[in-house]
């Protein structure tokens, strides 16, 4: 097979494809989903917070265990794209874009779930005119923002040869998808100048992201230990909270990786060397997130002060130890022994695996907001008996997975118009290769 025919295979296999019967059945009941949530906010902003369960004491509950959710596998963006991609790593070319949005649709609903987690967000504008950098709320929404901007353009720069792909394949595209390309796309001409420019960008960006990715999770992490809480009283949250965030991300690329190389039959360029490759670094990830949960439940344990013991006794043996070892084995423990063997690093074992680390990750962020919320250091007294208990009520849970399905929407919705390998980049890298031959 000659170049010319390479390139126009290597395009048709990547090219954008139309919903079939199941992707249609797919988005249904995610816009579904989204619209029950949509409806369970507005029974929130009509009634108030009282619809939910949070009181007095778990005064932050589901909301934001899915914020801290959403910001740890938006870090995925910047161990994906940004470092593999300044390490020079070859074979992550074809999960770069996946990993790249992933981490804008996972940011874009990490603050909107601030936002529903006000009782009043018309107020929201009140942080910006009376704001106190002394606050870390303040940093949290710059790094946020600042970290969703360059995520999008670290999204759209490395699209802009593939914009021009697209462009040259107008009888290919729907009408709607052309002037899509074309507002997008239409100035870029692929000439030396652009791309040296756009190489620079695409460094400049990679080389910011890092420190905002690691600022917005250590930030986040300084919301809770800055709040004299048992069980939050750490020095040890920014790394623990790093180290779990590339960790729930991996595990997120996992997932999408597989979903889209069996659904898209994608086998040739997303190989079993990509999930060889990536259960290695989840094994280490997994490995260094499980040495700073030891650290974390190590050091209160031996102090055992009255307050942290309370806490403790509840994760180990108490109210909440069910969900703690579910999250323990099911998002660190079994999957390290099953990515330690190289069967396990296949796609279905990897899949499977993947699955379990998010699940494990979303309900590890659970149980760091709740238990501790629910053992403050003076005790409960004189207060109504659910005060001392926490349970979401429906409208929570409804605009909890409303929120999960709309990130997933954003990622359906980006696969449907534009190629979620790139095809520039794959084409260029062949050339690289039967050159060397």
């Known amino acids: 097979m000659n170049t010319s025919s390479k390139d126009k295979q290597i395009t048709e296999d990547l090219m954008p494809q139309k919903f079939s019967k199941s992707g249609m059945i797919w988005v249904g009941i995610l816009s579904t989903i989204c619209l029950i949530g949509a409806y369970a906010y507005y029974r929130q902003l009509r009634y108030g917070l009282g619809v939910t369960s949070m009181r007095d004491y778990v005064s932050w509950g589901i909301y934001i265990s899915n914020f801290v959710f959403f910001v740890a596998i938006s870090l995925v963006g910047s161990l994906i794209t940004a470092i593999f991609?300044?390490?020079?790593?070859?074979?992550?070319?074809?999960?770069?874009?996946?990993?790249?949005?992933?981490?804008?649709?996972?940011?874009?609903?990490?603050?909107?779930?601030?936002?529903?987690?006000?009782?009043?967000?018309?107020?929201?504008?009140?942080?910006?005119?009376?704001?106190?950098?002394?606050?870390?709320?303040?940093?949290?929404?710059?790094?946020?923002?600042?970290?969703?901007?360059?995520?999008?353009?670290?999204?759209?720069?490395?699209?802009?040869?593939?914009?021009?792909?697209?462009?040259?394949?107008?009888?290919?595209?729907?009408?709607?998808?052309?002037?899509?390309?074309?507002?997008?796309?239409?100035?870029?001409?692929?000439?030396?100048?652009?791309?040296?420019?756009?190489?620079?960008?695409?460094?400049?960006?990679?080389?910011?992201?890092?420190?905002?990715?690691?600022?917005?999770?250590?930030?986040?992490?300084?919301?809770?230990?800055?709040?004299?809480?048992?069980?939050?009283?750490?020095?040890?949250?920014?790394?623990?909270?790093?180290?779990?965030?590339?960790?729930?991300?991996?595990?997120?690329?996992?997932?999408?990786?597989?979903?889209?190389?069996?659904?898209?039959?994608?086998?040739?360029?997303?190989?079993?060397?990509?999930?060889?490759?990536?259960?290695?670094?989840?094994?280490?990830?997994?490995?260094?997130?499980?040495?700073?949960?030891?650290?974390?439940?190590?050091?209160?344990?031996?102090?055992?002060?009255?307050?942290?013991?309370?806490?403790?006794?509840?994760?180990?043996?108490?109210?909440?130890s069910i969900m703690f070892w579910f999250a323990i084995m099911i998002g660190m423990i079994i999957p390290i022994f099953i990515m330690l063997f190289k069967s396990g690093r296949k796609p279905l074992p990897m899949f499977i695996t993947g699955i379990m680390i998010v699940v494990g990750a979303w309900f590890k962020r659970y149980l760091i907001v709740t238990p501790t919320l629910l053992h403050p250091f003076l005790p409960m007294q004189n207060v109504p008996e659910n005060y001392k208990h926490y349970f979401p009520s429906w409208e929570e849970w409804a605009i909890t997975l409303g929120s999960l399905a709309g990130a997933l929407l954003i990622v359906t919705f980006f696969v449907r118009i534009f190629p979620i390998i790139p095809i520039h980049e794959t084409i260029t890298e062949q050339h690289e290769k039967d050159k060397s031959k």
């Not at 981490?103 to 018309?122: H, K, N, Q, W």
């Not at 670290?154 to 699209?159: A, C, E, G, K, N």
């Not at 290695?280 to 040495?291: E, N, P, T």
Request: a positive charge; aromatic letters at 14%; charged letters at 15%.
């Open 85 to 320: 991609r300044l390490a020079n790593v070859e074979w992550s070319t074809p999960l770069t874009r996946i990993a790249e949005i992933i981490a804008v649709s996972a940011i874009t609903f990490a603050s909107l779930i601030i936002i529903v987690d006000m009782g009043r967000p018309e107020r929201l504008f009140n942080l910006f005119t009376h704001g106190r950098l002394q606050s870390p709320i303040a940093w949290d929404v710059i790094v946020i923002t600042t970290y969703l901007f360059i995520s999008l353009f670290l999204l759209y720069v490395p699209l802009l040869p593939d914009l021009k792909i697209m462009n040259q394949q107008k009888g290919k595209n729907s009408a709607w998808q052309n002037k899509i390309y074309t507002f997008l796309g239409s100035y870029w001409k692929g000439n030396s100048e652009q791309v040296k420019i756009s190489d620079k960008i695409i460094n400049i960006l990679c080389i910011m992201i890092i420190p905002v990715a690691f600022c917005i999770h250590t930030v986040t992490s300084w919301l809770f230990a800055t709040t004299y809480r048992p069980g939050w009283d750490s020095t040890n949250f920014g790394a623990y909270f790093i180290s779990g965030a590339f960790l729930v991300g991996a595990g997120g690329v996992i997932v999408a990786m597989y979903v889209f190389r069996k659904h898209y039959h994608l086998e040739k360029y997303i190989t079993e060397l990509h999930f060889e490759k990536m259960g290695r670094i989840a094994v280490m990830l997994s490995l260094i997130y499980l040495y700073f949960n030891i650290n974390e439940y190590l050091v209160p344990a031996f102090k055992m002060k009255k307050s942290e013991a309370a806490h403790l006794v509840e994760l180990f043996t108490g109210e909440f």
